[in-house]
């Protein structure tokens, strides 16, 4: 457990840090679009690569036939917030994006947790999960 948790810990530090890096890429190449590609086109090939030497076989291709629609989608949340972080960073600064994001992910969980929605376990909106959602929209605003 508790190395799920330094994993996350982990990835959450380097989410701002991803940001101000792709921010200084979008400066040099000139648009945040082409440096959010160019972030996805390394993280694509990484993935390949470490995928590739950790299996050994490929993906099981034959059942992506009967995935819903939305499994295909997650690629294209990542596009989207790889690009919106890229753009708000050098606008914003490093500590109100991740703000402005960590209060995007915590309604967006609330509500997938709430309707047990994409095959999630089911947990009750409570009034405590409410006053932290409350507090973490507050910091955020703060934040700014």
Known sequence: ???YVALAGAAGALLPLQA???ARLARLV?????AA??????????????????????????????SPWWAWTGGLCGAVVLSATT????????????ALVMAG???????????GLLGLPVLPLSAKRLAAAALLLAGAALMR
């Open 1 to 3: 457990m508790w190395a």
């Open 37 to 66: 590609a160019i972030s996805g086109l390394v993280l694509t090939v990484v993935l390949t690569l470490i995928a590739a030497a950790s299996m050994r076989a490929g993906p099981r291709v034959y059942s992506l036939t009967g």
């Open 87 to 98: 753009m708000a960073a050098p606008r914003l600064g490093a500590a109100s994006m991740i």
């Open 20 to 22: 101000a890096i792709n």
């Open 30 to 34: 000139g648009s945040p679009l082409w």
């Open 105 to 115: 992910q915590v309604l967006c969980s609330l509500l997938l947790d709430t309707g």
